[in-house]
């Protein structure tokens, strides 16, 4: 798998892990667990304080069973928040632990096509970012993101959350080219729309064109333009392709079909 030009280190990844599931828990601690998570209004902070750390414990469980996948045992909810903090910290550190002592060219089970452990290093330090972000809004106050980590988070977003395709699916691509140009770091990405076809063979749903895109490499030929051009920084990018801001700060121009194309992606919620 080709590594994109925002990728950052190992050391850098876990870096961050820390540093964002540390003020994830320094913003939920003195909010009202009861406080609603407006981009996830089924959720208040008490619930996005328990999914965190069930998400973080469980990939530190696939962690510690590489390559195999471990069960799936859903642990009880501890009944006070006091207690959901607790096992939080427990949980974030286990994670962080655990992906200290691996060797992020490892084998590892994950659901993208990149088995390894960094894949799951790079996953968890954009997690923990964005549930960062939904603590701070739920408690009412904010921080900048850091431009390197965005960067890369608009990358993985467009890339893997948005562009990846499971191993049963097929895509063909299609007319349109757009570019998403990140304007504080530089960074640039090329995406192609096509569709997607296939059956999941789990729940046994079928889909037959669906409209999606590809981040694909830059075209050999230097005079190729882009039928669509959206920038904005890295934090405007990153929190809107997360649906965590709206476009106020991005901008786009180029043929309004392609760009309606490219919108209706985007803004379809992230399975």
């Known amino acids: 798998m080709s590594t994109p030009p925002t990728r950052l280190s190992p050391d850098a990844y876990l870096d961050h892990l820390r540093r964002e599931s540390a003020r994830f828990r320094e913003v939920l601690t003195d909010c009202d667990p009861a406080a609603g998570v407006p981009s996830c ?17 469980w990939w530190t469980e696939v962690l510690r069973a590489r390559p195999a996948r471990p069960d799936e045992i859903d642990p009880p909810r501890p009944g006070t928040y006091d207690e959901l903090l607790t096992t939080y910290d427990d949980w974030s550190r286990g994670l962080a632990e655990v992906l200290e002592a691996a060797d992020s060219a490892d084998e590892a089970w994950n659901w993208s096509d990149d088995h390894t452990v960094g894949f799951i290093l790079r996953r968890q330090a954009h997690e923990a970012l964005v ?30 959350m948005y562009g990846g395709m499971p191993a049963w699916g097929s895509w063909e691509p299609g007319e349109g080219l757009v570019r998403v140009d990140v304007t504080d770091t530089g960074h640039g990405f090329w995406l192609r729309l096509g569709t997607f076809s296939g059956t999941d ?3 046994g749903t079928s889909y037959a064109d669906e409209e999606d ?15 669509v051009v959206v920038d904005g920084t890295a934090q405007a ?3 809107w392709l997360w649906s965590r801001a709206d476009d106020t700060e991005v901008s786009a121009a180029g043929d309004p079909d392609v760009l309606a194309r490219f919108r209706a992606v985007v803004t379809s919620p992230i399975t």
């Open 237 to 239: 990018l990153d929190l």
């Open 41 to 57: 209004p089924d959720w208040d902070a008490a619930d996005l304080l328990w999914h965190l750390a069930t998400v973080q414990r």
């Open 213 to 227: 895109f590809h981040v694909v490499p830059a075209p050999e030929d230097e005079d190729t333009e882009p039928d």
């Open 201 to 203: 063979p789990d729940s």
């Open 131 to 160: 549930h960062r972000v939904d603590a701070e809004q739920a408690a009412g106050v904010a921080s900048e993101l850091d431009p390197v980590l965005a960067a890369d988070g608009v990358h993985e977003c467009l890339d893997v």
